[in-house]
């Protein structure tokens, strides 16, 4: 038992989180500045910020340098397009953490409980049948409720078979996302010649995002923050066990629900604005327990930085970088997939505990 | 402070546990709780811990109805070190011992100079204090243990709860977790409320003995008078011969198994 530590240190940042947190919030505001420049004209980061100071602040002083198109291009069409895809990186990489710590299980992502194919099929469906009720919002208005049915039928499965348990949870997910994606298929097998509309919008897009794509995922991130950051003690509790949990004073039967409700709601407002963006919410929490490890208080804050920012970061390389746009979705299943594979071999072969 | 149920029904889907159990437990002692697999031992605890109400009855605590406590009141009173202690995700041997102290804490506040003085003692008190900043990931089964039972001493509550909790330890650690539990009652009337499986460890620590046999008390009261061959027999459908052990000076059980034919 002498000295039982040194055989194997950790090597966690933990104590410098304060400092990580903030040169991530640094590195995500260097990301859009210069993201926002990126594209098939050039603009130089100080006009981005001339275009965007003197459009919310009304001051013609400092857009006297800036024509009018550049204005338009950051403000009208690549500000939106890149704060959705942070806010969306940010929210998939916060759920990632917060179901992972209540379904006890490192691999469970924002979509374990079906929410991405009841989105799906709410979306597919919609373009099928052409709905336009709610205008050029009507696919994403049918994935979220698509979404939040699946959520409420899952959580009624599991909770019927007695209590939040993650076995039940995570089995009743997979149940009804078998259901739904048949069901998806069989949509796509109907839809005749509407059936490439419906796989472009499964494999995800950032592409021509408005402003209300950015108030509306931002919100659902905000409040989904608060409740997170707010019950973060508990979840560290929670990942020990209900029993647990219980025994150190959380509500080991009301909390788990409304941390898993809070998530599934931010998923789905994720999925409804972008399509299916798969390996962030599953990634981005495993890096960042590795670099801070496990006490949620310091990996919330951390992985909404760091999935703002691999998720911007990769929709700029799809949008400027390449020379064809490809979906989001393919692009982070094939940049994510591998490095997963990498981390997952180096755990096994009993490099860093993550 | 001791705890009074009352009439207690209990079931589970499909199995009832408990049907009109009545069961006083008093404070300042050490209690055993001895019976078979599945005769609702876990139950029971579950029901004292509040992590399920019963169907029919009353649990009261220190007079006062249990379903009366807030949640973290609750937890500064009673502190349990469950049978399962799997943990899939790497917190630090101290930050698990730390989460002993959350219920003594404000939700946003840092911890004060009790808590960190106190999380360093049960540490040494378990011997995990060689180990504090390993993944709890890492360590063996009955390290594991140590460090929940640390845990739980952090939480420093009056009423102590343990699920077979020595079940993974060495004989050394275990004498010496019990030891340390049992000068807790001795000297600062705390009570604990142990499962044991290990009939002479619950002999040898308990100075109260509760049986139980398919969700029924067939017998409680001192360890003496409860332990004897017809109980063991009634309980365990084992022959049994209890005696004070010369080398020890305790209580112990030896048995075999019942010849169904004599």
């Given at each position: 038992m002498l000295n039982a530590s040194s055989d194997r240190p950790l090597h966690r940042l933990q104590n410098h989180s304060l400092l990580i947190a903030g040169l991530l919030a640094l590195a995500l505001l260097a990301a859009?500045?210069?993201?926002?420049?990126?594209?098939?004209?050039?603009?130089?980061?100080?006009?981005?910020?001339?275009?965007?100071?003197?459009?919310?602040?009304?001051?013609?002083?400092?857009?006297?340098d800036v024509d009018e198109l550049t204005r338009v291009i950051v403000m009208e069409v690549r500000l939106p397009r890149i704060l959705t895809a942070a806010a969306v990186g940010g929210g998939l990489a916060l759920c990632g953490v917060v179901f992972q710590g209540i379904l006890l299980n490192p691999l469970a992502d924002p979509y374990t409980l079906g929410v991405s194919a009841g989105a799906a099929f709410g979306a597919a469906l919609a373009l099928l049948l052409n709905l336009t009720v709610a205008g050029i919002y009507s696919v994403p208005v049918c994935a979220f409720i698509g979404a939040t049915a699946t959520l409420m039928l899952v959580v009624y499965l599991s909770s019927s078979a007695g209590g939040a348990n993650a076995n039940n949870l995570i089995l009743s997910g997979i149940i009804v996302a078998a259901i739904l994606s048949a069901g998806i298929s069989f949509l796509k097998f109907v839809a005749d010649e509407q059936v490439s509309v419906i796989i472009f919008w499964l494999m995800g897009s950032f592409a021509s995002k408005t402003w209300i794509d950015v108030g509306l995922s931002s919100t659902f991130l905000l409040v989904g923050l608060m409740v997170f950051v707010f019950y973060a003690r508990d979840l560290n509790l929670l990942c020990l066990g209900r029993r647990a949990a219980a025994s150190l004073g959380v509500d080991a039967r009301r909390v788990p629900w409304i941390l898993l409700v809070t998530a599934s709601l931010v998923a789905a407002a994720c999925v409804s604005v972008s399509g299916i963006i798969g390996f962030v919410g599953l990634l981005v929490p495993h890096m960042m327990r590795a670099l801070v490890g496990p006490d949620n208080r310091r990996l919330l804050p951390l992985s909404l930085f760091s999935g703002a920012i691999l998720l911007l970061c990769a929709d700029t390389v799809t949008r400027a970088v390449l020379p064809h746009e490809i979906p989001i979705g393919v692009l982070t299943a094939l940049i994510g997939g591998p490095f997963f594979c990498y981390l997952f071999r180096k755990r096994q072969t009993g490099g860093r505990g993550f | 402070m001791g705890f009074a149920l009352c009439g207690i029904g209990f079931a589970h889907p499909g199995k009832t546990i408990f049907d009109g159990l009545d069961l006083e437990l008093p404070a300042g002692r050490f209690i055993g709780i001895v019976g078979p697999n599945g005769c609702g031992k876990t139950t029971l605890l579950d029901l004292i811990c509040r992590h399920i109400t019963p169907h029919q009855g009353h649990i009261h605590y220190a007079g006062r109805p249990l379903g009366a406590y807030g949640k973290r009141a609750l937890a500064r009173q009673i502190a349990l070190v469950p049978q399962d202690y799997g943990i899939n995700f790497p917190f630090t041997v101290e930050e698990v011992v730390f989460m002993g102290r959350y219920p003594h804490t404000p939700r946003f506040g840092a911890p004060s100079a009790e808590d960190v003085d106190r999380v360093a003692q049960t540490m040494a008190d378990c011997d995990v204090l060689a180990f504090k900043d390993?993944?709890?990931?890492?360590?063996?089964?009955?390290?594991?243990?140590?460090?929940?039972?640390?845990?739980?001493?952090?939480?420093d509550t009056p009423v102590l709860v343990l699920d077979e909790a020595t079940a993974n330890l060495d004989v050394c650690h275990t004498l010496t977790l019990l030891d340390r539990v049992a000068g807790l009652v001795q000297n600062e009337r705390r009570t604990v409320i142990a499962v044991f499986q290990d009939l002479n460890l619950a002999s040898a620590y308990s100075q109260e003995i509760v049986m139980v046999k398919a969700g029924r008390v067939v017998a409680a009261g001192p360890t003496a008078q409860v332990f004897t061959r017809q109980n063991l027999k009634r309980v365990f459908d084992v022959q049994a011969r209890v005696a004070i052990d010369d080398f020890t000076g305790r209580l112990q059980v030896r048995y075999k198994r019942s010849n169904h034919n004599s």
């Open positions: 859009i500045s210069l993201s926002a420049g990126m594209g098939y004209m050039k603009i130089a980061w100080l006009d981005v910020w001339r275009a965007v100071g003197g459009s919310l602040t009304g001051n013609a002083g400092l857009i006297a | 390993r993944p709890i990931t890492s360590l063996s089964g009955g390290e594991r243990q140590r460090v929940i039972f640390a845990r739980a001493l952090a939480q």
